[in-house]
């Protein structure tokens, strides 16, 4: 019996021990040919090289080993895919062929009683629809050499399960479930629920633990390079509660960890013929008489939903150490309440296309190697409470709402944004990246969160409208606490308290009401308005900080209204050419011409010296015998007063 997929199932699968020994004799070649292509130098630049061969040699084989690893992980999804078609091939069609091939009159039903398949993939036990659930009782009674309990208590689970349409599994247990799924580098297990339901629970005192599991170390498999034991359910229902999920998942989000996605299988109805016919299918060697007359047509419609969504309810969970924690696509309601993701691989909670009305509540997502948060396009009408994203490496908090096309495509898809998203009462702290990111979308509202640290609090970019930002605390962003940049139009920032950043609010080439707003502590500016910002206001706001300006208006391009701001305690650092350009509008310069030119005229008319303006019609000798008024002595000659008393000659004209 095949436990799991063997590697010949993958052509690139290899054990973890031959690929890093793979690796290594690839680095080990590298350094070689290296050494023999370096030029032969002193002894000096002979002992230099090598380490930096080495660098060099063992950057190569390391991007060189994460491609084939790449390609590895890449054919083990498409393996996947390719057993569970397999496997959704045979469990469609064998009851049609069992009822075809059945004797006339023999009502044994061989296909709607569990069976084992034997596929390219390995070993898998389907589960088909009755009215009971399936327990754990019924897993050692179907499968006593693939379910074994083990001496401490844990059961091992070496080949897939598949749960069929109209099928439940249910795994718990009064005193405590775990559950090891084997994983391994010869082949890994899945349990994949297709339009049936698939039901974790545990409780407080006594949880679920499912964890992937390698018997020849007896540790949890680490190793992605050669796939890992994951839980899916597609369609149907998916419940989780008081369980931990850990070590699952590879490449993929559908092969992540835990996944929950949407079937596009029509469920197309029963043909039922006229109530005069006779029922049922004729078999073969059958023949039916009819009488004569019209001939009765059965009735051939049928029904083609449009997607069949899955529904799910986590609570109480913890899902630690999976590629990507917790995947959701094409999902209708989903709510996940009281759960921790942490040290995923990837992001921490994805919903992917088409997951709307879901609900996120107390939830906690940190330490994952993507975003803590992650709402793809097509993602609507999802309300996100009381959650925390922290020390990711990625944003806090992604919600993009483009269109899945900006025109025609081959897959027709609509050019409409989505969006109705809702994140509030939450807090993302320590992110690698930003706070929140915005990417397009219509309708989003973040609102009374708490964000600290990152390079930037939150940020909307790409066409996002009617974005409303309000009662959000912001407290040391390296770069901008706020920044609404490329194409955002209609966004409110409102009520917001900044405290200890770079820039407060940076616009940019967007149009936003920035009202109201607290700002302290800021280094550079507290409102910055860049490029095309025509209709853009800024008002209400207080304003403290040290730097160039607290509202900077230098670059914008277009009307921006300023009014009603406090900015008393501002220190302004910026120099006196700057001011001169901050100020130096068309009308400003006009009226300082018009000034100076006043001033310099009324300058130049006090220091010129015109004489009394009546000096010509004052007599020549005054009564007191001085000189006249006004009156100049000129050198050389003999003053009026001197004339008068004799004391100088008066020269006579010689004839």
Do not use: C
């Not at 469920?267 to 001939?295: I, N």
């Not at 921006?560 to 120099?575: E, F, K, P, Y």
């Amino acid at each position: 019996m095949r436990p799991a997929r063997p590697t010949a199932t993958p052509p690139a699968r290899h054990g973890t021990a031959a690929a890093a020994l793979g690796r290594s004799a690839t680095a080990v070649l590298a350094l070689l040919l290296t050494a023999l292509l370096l030029p032969a130098g002193g002894a000096a630049g002979a002992a230099a090289a090598p380490p930096a061969a080495a660098r060099t040699a063992s950057h190569a084989a390391t991007a060189g080993a994460a491609a084939a690893d790449s390609e590895r992980q890449a054919a083990l999804v498409a393996a996947e895919d390719r057993w569970l078609n397999q496997v959704r091939a045979v469990t469609a069609v064998a009851p049609l062929r069992d009822l075809l091939n059945r004797a006339p009159g023999s009502s044994t039903q061989k296909w709607n009683q569990p069976y084992r398949l034997d596929t390219a993939g390995g070993y898998t036990l389907v589960l088909t629809a009755r009215t009971a659930a399936y327990t754990v009782d019924d897993l050692l009674r179907l499968a006593p050499q693939t379910f074994v309990r083990q001496p401490q208590g844990a059961y091992l689970l070496t080949e897939n399960i598949y749960v069929n349409s109209g099928a439940r599994l249910k795994l718990a247990h009064p005193g405590g479930l775990e559950l090891r799924l084997a994983s391994r580098s010869s082949g890994f297990v899945a349990i994949v629920s297709f339009g049936g339901g698939l039901t974790l629970e545990g409780t407080k005192q006594a949880p679920v633990r499912v964890t992937s599991w390698d018997p020849r170390t007896g540790k949890p498999d680490t190793e992605v390079g050669d796939g890992r034991a994951y839980l899916r359910a597609i369609g149907g229902h998916f419940a989780m509660s008081h369980t931990r999920v850990s070590h699952l998942g590879f490449w993929s989000g559908r092969t992540g960890g835990v996944s929950l996605t949407g079937t596009d299988r029509p469920d197309t109805g029963a043909v039922e013929g006229p109530s005069a016919a006779t029922p049922g299918r004729l078999l073969p060697g059958e023949v039916r008489v009819l009488s004569g007359g019209r001939v009765a047509t059965p009735d051939s419609r049928f029904t083609v939903p449009s997607l069949s969504y899955v529904s799910g309810a986590i609570s109480d969970s913890e899902l630690v150490g999976n590629a990507y924690g917790l995947f959701v696509s094409s999902a209708d309601g989903i709510k996940i309440t009281d759960t921790t993701v942490r040290d995923s691989l990837q992001h921490g909670v994805v919903l992917h296309r088409f997951a709307t009305n879901a609900v996120i509540e107390r939830t906690l997502s940190r330490n994952n190697g993507g975003d803590g948060f992650l709402l793809s396009r097509a993602t609507q009408q999802v309300r996100i409470t009381n959650t925390t994203a922290e020390r990711n490496r990625g944003n806090g908090f992604t919600l993009s709402g483009r269109p899945l096309a900006d025109g025609p495509s081959a897959s027709g898809q609509s050019t409409a944004s989505y969006g109705a998203n809702t994140v509030s009462h939450s807090a993302a702290r320590g992110n690698g990246h930003y706070g929140f990111e915005i990417l397009g979308g219509i309708a989003v509202s973040i609102q009374e969160n708490q964000i600290e640290g990152g390079d930037m609090g939150i940020v909307a970019r790409l066409g996002a409208r009617d974005l409303t930002v309000t009662a959000n605390r912001l407290k040391d962003q390296r770069r901008q606490a706020i920044a609404i940049r490329d194409g955002v139009a209609k966004a409110r920032i409102t009520g917001n308290l900044i405290e200890t950043t770079q820039t407060g609010v940076y616009v940019r080439d967007s149009v936003a009401e920035v009202r109201g707003n607290t700002i302290h502590d800021a280094n550079s500016h507290g409102v910055t308005f860049v490029g095309a910002v025509g209709g853009s206001v800024a008002a209400g706001n207080a304003i403290t900080g040290i730097g160039p300006s607290a509202l900077d208006t230098g670059r914008a391009a277009g009307k921006v209204t300023l009014r009603d701001n406090q900015t008393d305690a501002w220190l302004d650092t910026s120099t006196l050419w700057a001011r001169v350009r901050h100020y130096a509008s068309p009308m400003t310069l006009l009226w300082t011409a018009i000034l100076l030119l006043i001033l310099v005229l009324a300058f130049r008319r006090r220091r010129d010296d015109h004489g009394h303006p009546y000096a010509a019609t004052k007599p020549l000798f005054p009564r007191d015998g001085g000189e006249p008024a006004g009156g100049r002595h000129e050198h050389g000659r003999p003053s009026p007063r001197e004339v008068a008393r004799g004391r100088a000659r008066v020269p006579v004209m010689a004839e």
